[in-house]
């Protein structure tokens, strides 16, 4: 069966800094609170997440993610406010190009 797909990403100076990633790790540190674990259950090193964290917050105006480092009583992560704007409107994003996707399902039955 043939289906249209599309992949969204912002690029500044042609350098990928958010898209799907991003996106989810993000969001599983929001509900964990931690940089570790939401690496963790992307199957992603500490480091690249580490990494993808800090091209986020160096491409935005304000910080995305706050880093806490541990200690006696551990560290941690915290998305910003402004994190969660930017997460809601790439979603909502996603969402209208999806829908636009599937208007233009015309053209997959014009195609053998």
């Known amino acids: 069966m043939k289906k249209i797909k599309f992949k969204c ?3 500044d100076n042609n350098e990928k800094f958010y898209g799907p990633g991003p996106n989810e790790l993000l ?3 929001q509900s964990e ?3 570790s674990k939401a690496a963790e259950q992307m199957h992603m090193s500490y480091k ?3 990494e993808m964290v800090q091209r986020l ?3 935005s105006d ?3 993610v706050i880093l806490k480092k541990g200690g006696q009583h551990g560290g941690g992560a915290e998305v910003t406010p402004h994190a969660i704007m930017i997460m809601d ?3 909502s994003l ?3 190009l999806a829908e636009l996707i599937d208007e233009e399902e015309n053209l997959l039955k014009i195609l053998k």
Do not use: T, V
Request: aromatic share 12%.
């Open 89 to 91: 409107q790439y979603e």
């Open 94 to 96: 996603q969402k209208k």
């Open 9 to 11: 990403w912002i690029e």
């Open 27 to 29: 969001k599983r540190i």
């Open 33 to 35: 609170g931690s940089l």
């Open 57 to 59: 917050n160096h491409h």
């Open 62 to 64: 304000e910080p995305l």
């Open 48 to 50: 690249k997440a580490w």
